[in-house]
Structures are given as structure tokens and as C-alpha cells.
T-cell receptor, first 108, second 112 residues
């Protein structure tokens, strides 16, 4: 079965607001990654967080990982219209699984 | 300068035909992958090749066969195409397994 489940499935916010997406998974992992996919394009890697890390930052992105709850969150601060895309978590253990994705719309 | 390239970008074909999708990466990566993304954007790994060895095969039908002539190329050959094969197929590569992947632009396959 699919390893990662993301919520919400869709999120619509105003420019300047923060966007939070969550990812839950089922088995143990070595690391968890977040990717962005613009419409009609391939995925772009955003950030990788290892299983022994709890939080990581990259620019306006903040990722947290709670291995006890088997969950991760991606926070995008001060969102921009250009952040409109689908966001996927990917869990890496014995296998590599992508989540179901969150479709983010940032309204200018 | 494209890091991971795929050809063709669009492929429209009849049921029962055989087709190939090509993938090339110029990043010097040692692992390449093929993914299938369906209409609901569900992304499923199909194959990965590490140093020309198949290391993942996610129970895809044997009509799908990856072919890797060298570390920079991983082509996907599909025999006897079916309607359900219609999807977007992505190639990706990484340096080592389990690390960040670089994706190609995708090939949209439509089977009529």
C-alpha cells in the first residue's frame, strides 16, 4: 500500500499567508524528502530530513519530523503566487514511496 | 544543459502497439528510476537501476522492460500497450540510492 498519506489534499491561501502540509507514513524510514511539482512538469527536490533530525530549514521552508508519530510537516512561510504547485512527501526506507500530494493554490 | 531529459514528451498510440521512451542524465549519477503518475497524480516507482543492476521492480507487468545501455541512460520499453497504461511517465536519477532525485520533464503517454 502507499507509504505516505498527505493532508490536506488541497489548500488555498492568500499571498503572504503561511501554508502547512502534513505527511504521515507507516513504517520505519532512513529519511523523508519533500518535492514540488508545477503543473505539467517534473518533480523538484526541496528538502531532505534524516530520521535522526527533528527540524530543518531552507529559505522559506521549514520541515519537521516526528518519528514517534510517523509524521512530517512542511511549512511555507510568506507564500507567493509562484508557490502554487503540488507538494509531495517521499519516504525512504527499504523502499522509496511518494505520498498522495497536496495541491497548493496561492491567490495573489 | 538539461540535467535529465526524456523523449518523446508526448506519445499517442494504439492499443497493442510497442513503444519506447528514452531517458538520459548528464549529472554523473549512478542510479536512475522510472515512475508512473496517473490522472490523480499518484506517483508510483516502477524501476530503478544502480550501476546497471536492477534493484527495484515494483510488481509492474512484464510488458514493461527497462533497458540501460550505460549509466547515463535508462530507457523504458512497453509491449502490447493497454488503455490502462495511459499516464505520465517520469525518469529520475540520483547519486546513490535513497537520496534526492532529479526528475525529467515527463512523457505523457496516451493509449487509444
Amino acid at each position: 500500500s502507499q507509504q505516505g498519506e498527505e493532508d490536506p489534499q488541497a489548500l488555498s491561501i492568500q499571498e503572504g499567508e503561511n501554508a502547512t502540509m502534513n505527511c504521515s507514513y507507516k513504517t520505519s524510514i532512513n529519511n523523508l524528502q519533500w518535492y514540488r511539482q508545477n503543473s505539467g512538469r517534473g518533480l523538484v527536490h526541496l528538502i531532505l530530513i534524516r530520521s535522526n533530525e527533528r527540524e530543518k530549514h531552507s529559505g522559506r521552508l521549514r520541515v519537521t519530523l516526528d518519528t514517534s508519530k510517523k509524521s512530517s510537516s512542511l511549512l511555507i512561510t510568506a507564500s507567493r503566487a509562484a508557490d502554487t504547485a503540488s507538494y509531495f512527501c517521499a519516504t525512504v526506507g527499504n523502499q522509496f514511496y511518494f505520498g498522495t500530494g497536496t495541491s497548493l493554490t496561492v491567490i495573489p | 544543459d538539461t540535467a535529465v531529459s526524456q523523449t518523446p514528451k508526448y506519445l499517442v498510440t494504439q492499443m497493442g502497439n510497442d513503444k519506447s521512451i528514452k531517458c538520459e542524465q548528464n549529472l554523473g549519477h549512478d542510479t536512475m528510476y522510472w515512475y508512473k503518475q496517473d490522472s490523480k497524480k499518484f506517483l508510483k516507482i516502477m524501476f530503478s537501476y544502480n550501476n546497471k543492476e536492477l534493484i527495484i521492480n515494483e510488481t509492474v507487468p512484464n510488458r514493461f522492460s527497462p533497458k540501460s545501455p550505460d549509466k547515463a541512460h535508462l530507457n523504458l520499453h512497453i509491449n502490447s500497450l493497454e488503455l490502462g497504461d495511459s499516464a505520465v511517465y517520469f525518469c529520475a536519477s540520483s547519486l546513490g540510492t535513497g537520496l534526492m532525485q532529479f526528475f525529467g520533464p515527463g512523457t505523457r503517454l496516451t493509449v487509444l
